[in-house]
T-cell receptor, first 115, second 111 residues
């Protein structure tokens, strides 16, 4: 089955530092990747959609300069939280889809804690 | 894009009982998918039902779809403690749709 690897699973960082989260499709080409943010017991909030080789499309209210998304290849997308602050602490999840695919394949998520 | 609304928000049952959760959506769809999320993990795809299907089975899972009512239900039979998780539906209007999710149904199965 299709596997999406997300790394790291958890990260603790100091306020003001930047954190990079990687999302890799291991056995398929992910033409589209999605990044979500989830607070405890809440829904997944879509942050942005990225297509390989294109700039990401951000949802309303998501700061593109703060959450940098790069989708340089068909198997890798990265989310960089720049100058992280405590309010950025959350669970971040990526998902991937093949071209015109119906199913989404999710990474296992990254718990970010900013001190 | 559209998101499904799951109901109930929380469900607590004993092992061996059946669990039913519902999903409602607003506009016409090509298919509807159900996902499961264990605490602190990503989502896992469970089952996909197409708009021209009314019922689909996968192991202990049974999904129904009523396009006239714009609703779907997920039934888990003979539940197990390991079924404890949150369940989300994702109505889809095509390959280019942008998947969004509701709050999900939080299922707790007591051993």
């Amino acid at each position: 089955g299709a596997v999406v690897s997300q790394h790291p699973s958890w990260v603790i960082c100091k306020s003001g530092t930047s954190v990079k989260i990687e999302c890799r499709s291991l056995d398929f080409q992910a033409t589209t990747m999605f990044w979500y943010r989830q607070f405890p017991k809440q829904s997944l909030m879509l942050m942005a959609t990225s297509n390989e080789g294109s700039k990401a499309t951000y949802e309303q209210g998501v700061e593109k300069d703060k959450f940098l998304i790069n989708h340089a290849s068909l198997t890798l997308s990265t989310l960089t939280v720049t100058s992280a602050h405590p309010e950025d602490s959350s669970f971040y999840i990526c998902s991937a889809r093949v071209l015109l695919g119906e199913k989404l394949f999710f990474g296992s998520g990254t718990q970010l804690s900013v001190l | 894009s559209q998101q499904g609304e799951e109901d109930p928000q929380a469900l607590s049952i004993q092992e061996g009982e059946n669990a039913t959760m519902n999903c409602s959506y607003k506009t016409s769809i090509n298919n509807l998918q159900w996902y499961r999320q264990n605490s602190g993990r990503g989502l896992v795809h469970l089952i996909l039902i197409r708009s021209n299907e009314r019922e689909k089975h996968s192991g202990r899972l049974r999904v129904t779809l009523d396009t006239s009512k714009k609703s779907s239900s997920l039934l888990i039979t003979a539940s197990r403690a390991a079924d404890t998780a949150s369940y989300f539906c994702a109505p889809s209007s095509g390959g280019s749709y942008i998947p969004t999710f509701g709050r999900g149904t939080s299922l707790i199965v007591h051993p």
